[in-house]
């Protein structure tokens, strides 16, 4: 969606490794915004966004108007149930909505052999994933892993939201990522277990709001009680008014 950073030019970097060109799509989806969210707000620095594409050698930047990705009088949406209303769908209703229904048509309009998605945004990836396979589209999905600042905070167009205070707050994400995945490391196997010691370091900074802590399967997206290899644990929370998601998979 714009506001791009060195999340995004990670993932051109892996396309250009992998392919003999590199398009770009800049839209900021209206459909993925619920009522009360950010969509007005939303950073939006097109002119910067293209300096950077041309740097890293994008061979096609596409930026759509919303009539042409939605023409007047569209009915046409793609919805993945079940998978839609889990994590960031259960917070955010309609979300996954429209983000299968934008890249639905994004995928249809390049045909591309690779679409290249950030780990960051994991409940995304399973959402899409199934979408793809579904519809029976030709198209390989690449995951590439979460970019981050030196202090451990992901890389995310909204850290531009926060202000230094809130800053510092919101590296509690990635600390309680790091207390369970030592954790998990020394042999913890229990989802409950694990939450809880996420939970344990959120409340020592009691000025973020937590949205979920969740042990789950990233294929389905549902809860599970033993964690292992594959198992994606991820964490949501509001820090101000600017909500962040992390991750890692075990």
């Known amino acids: 969606m714009g506001a791009l950073h060195e999340g995004h030019l990670s993932l051109v970097r892996a396309a250009k490794a992998a392919c003999g060109a590199v398009a770009v799509s800049i839209f900021v989806n209206p459909t993925q915004f619920?009522?009360?969210?950010?969509?007005?707000?939303?950073?939006?620095?097109?002119?910067?966004?293209?300096?950077?594409l041309a740097g890293v050698g994008v061979d096609v930047v596409f930026a759509p108007g919303p009539e042409e990705i939605y023409p007047a009088g569209a009915a046409t949406f793609v919805e993945v149930e079940g998978l839609s209303g889990r994590l960031d769908g259960a917070s955010r209703p309609g979300h996954f909505r429209g983000v299968a229904t934008v890249v639905a048509k994004l995928l249809i309009a390049a045909e591309p052999d690779r679409a290249f998605f950030g780990q960051k945004d994991a409940a995304q990836v399973a959402v899409l994933r199934r979408m793809t396979a579904d519809l029976g589209l030709a198209v390989e999905l690449v995951v590439c892993p979460i970019v981050r600042e030196a202090d451990g905070l992901a890389l995310s167009s909204r850290n531009r939201y926060l202000s230094a205070e809130e800053r510092e707050q919101a590296l509690v994400l990635s600390r309680a990522l790091k207390a369970v995945r030592g954790l998990a490391d020394a042999g913890e196997t229990r989802a409950e277990a694990l939450t809880a010691a996420a939970g344990d370091v959120f409340r020592a900074e009691p000025a973020v709001k937590v949205d979920y802590i969740a042990a789950v399967d990233w294929v389905t997206l549902e809860p599970v009680d033993v964690v292992g290899p594959g198992i994606l644990f991820a964490v949501a929370a509001y820090v101000g008014k600017t909500r962040l998601i992390d991750n890692f998979v075990l």
């Open 34 to 52: 619920g009522p009360n969210e950010d969509f007005a707000l939303y950073p939006r620095t097109f002119e910067a966004d293209c300096a950077l």
